[in-house]
């Protein structure tokens, strides 16, 4: 992190991150192995994620891969570890991109096989472009995937096609993932209208976005009271967006990821 609080590294391994607009970019960048992803790549995942919402200046994180790939998954040459190592270390990189406080959009393009179905299914919003290939190949390794990432898939796919995938180890085209629902939007420039999206996404409400993400995540299980930080920061946010809307101004929201950090850790309910 820079004095300043923003998070701009200049050497990641296999990893490349911009910022632009708001929006952050993080690009699988193993290009002579279409972007698969090293166990030291997967160790780095969760520090990544945790510096990009500590940075109140980042509101959307792009996750892409570079030369026309997003990632055909896990290095093969990593998995010879103990079982209870690889998930270990795939479920904390998983489970530490589903629960960012940054709305998170993975723009895919070519191969998204194995860890890289795992890492677009973990991020909120997904879009794709035509040609894009899809697949857990696991069965064809003798792996055993971790549950989290599993059940995820299954979220998102239901559970008789997260069966076939995880069962067939079948690579699926572009086409039926479409027909799935796997993604929510078809883009011939997934980067591109990702950013623009991004962008978007930073001009709302951060209360409102990360919130929601809390709910769905079960961070705030349904038939509780608010927190008494929560209704109070909802109390000054909703002012701001009624006097937006009435003057028919775009709103200037003014709270933040690490007000949502400072809060949740309050005892007082």
Known sequence: MRPDGSYRPVDLEGFDFTVSGGVGTLVIDRTDKRNAISRAMWRTLPQIIANVDADDSIGALVITG????????????????????????????????ANSQTPTIAAITGNCVGGGTEIAAACDIRIAAPGSIFGVTAAKLGLVYPAGPTKRLAQILGDAWARYLLITASIVKFEKMAELGFFHEISDTPLADAQVLG???????????VGAKAILDGELPEGAEPPRWLADAYRAEITRGQEAFFAKERPEFGFTKSAWQNGSQLRDR
């Open 66 to 97: 570079a030369g026309g790939h997003f990632s055909a998954g896990s290095d093969i040459a990593d998995l010879d570890v103990p079982l209870a190592d690889f998930w270990d270390l795939n479920s904390t990189a998983e489970a530490a991109l």
């Open 199 to 209: 962008e978007r996404i930073v001009g709302l409400s951060r209360l409102s976005q």
